[in-house]
């Protein structure tokens, strides 16, 4: 049980206790590789997942096919063996197959019409959400979208402090980024995701953490596609995860949040 030793040691972060409730990682002897991800997905997901296969990168023939080519074309996911990125890449994709499915779609689409290289600015945006995106669900009052306008403001102190008791009930964060999770393994003052925000109906505040996830996915995926979200100038916006609460312990204290160097006021626009 070696390889859990870095994960239990922060399972108190919210984000990695989510993950060990709905996945039971702890009942792995060894690495989740390849194989354990597919059983995780069909314990998950039952026997029609549209989750594609994980594959050892290993055993893939060498291959001019880009990443996202590979999946794509051959409906499986390479994952190299025995490190946190790629399974919680995996983990991510079990949880929101539709998303993750989409935002490959919307690589090859660009890959199809201009080319591996130069990357379009499309696909340099979806990377970002893809490795640091964090989504944060509000029940739809207009109390709550205020406060994620505040938050798209850098207002830490409104939306973290004086509105915590929100926080797990109309406020909540579901980390979608594989390199968030990764770098949550060894926490650090100036870690940084970038977050889009998803309205939610009052039930969403009742359901279990399964149907949370399956109503997210799917709202997600709609939101994106619809809007094509990922052609924005800037769909993203900067979150320094320590400050979500119930994410680190820290955070319980209103002085946490007096760090400037971290909760960074809104940069002025050129025009004021």
Same mark, same amino acid.
């Given at each position: 049980m070696f390889w859990l030793k870095e994960f239990e040691k922060q399972l108190p972060m919210l984000p990695l206790q989510q993950l060990e409730d709905h996945f039971c990682l702890s009942q792995f002897s060894d690495w989740p590789n390849a194989k354990g991800l597919n059983s995780l997905n069909q314990n998950i997901r039952g026997v029609h997942s549209t989750v594609p296969e994980f594959v050892c990168q290993s055993r893939l023939a060498q291959t001019d096919k880009y990443y996202e080519q590979?999946?794509?074309?051959?409906?499986?996911?390479?994952?190299?063996?025995?490190? #946190?990125?790629?399974?919680?890449?995996?983990? *991510? #994709?079990?949880?929101?197959?539709?998303?993750?499915?989409?935002?490959?779609?919307?690589h090859i689409d660009d890959i199809n019409g201009f080319g591996l290289s130069p990357r379009t600015q499309r696909r340099n945006k979806l990377t970002h959400f893809d490795e640091c995106g964090v989504i944060i669900t509000y029940t739809n009052t207009a109390e709550n979208s205020s406060l994620v306008d505040a938050l798209r403001e850098? /207002? #830490?102190? /409104? *939306?973290? *402090?004086?509105?915590r008791h929100k926080w797990g009930k109309e406020l909540n964060s579901f980390m979608f980024g594989h390199a968030n999770l990764e770098m949550l393994l060894c926490p650090f003052i100036g870690l940084t995701g970038k977050w889009l925000a998803v309205e939610v109906d009052a039930q969403f505040e009742e359901a279990s953490y399964t149907?949370?996830?399956?109503?997210?996915?799917?709202?997600?995926a709609t939101m994106i596609e619809s809007q094509d979200w990922f052609s924005k100038q800037k769909p993203l916006s900067p979150l320094p995860l320590l400050g979500i609460p119930n994410v680190w312990n820290a955070n319980n204290s209103p002085s946490f949040y007096q760090n400037k160097d971290y909760f960074r006021p809104k940069p002025l626009r050129k025009s004021d």
């Open positions: 590979i999946i794509y074309e051959q409906n499986i996911i390479p994952t190299r063996p025995n490190g #946190w990125h790629d399974l919680f890449n995996g983990l *991510v #994709w079990i949880q929101f197959p539709k998303t993750k499915g989409l935002l490959n779609k919307q850098h /207002q #830490w102190q /409104q *939306v973290f *402090v004086e509105n149907q949370q996830l399956a109503l997210l996915d799917s709202k997600l």
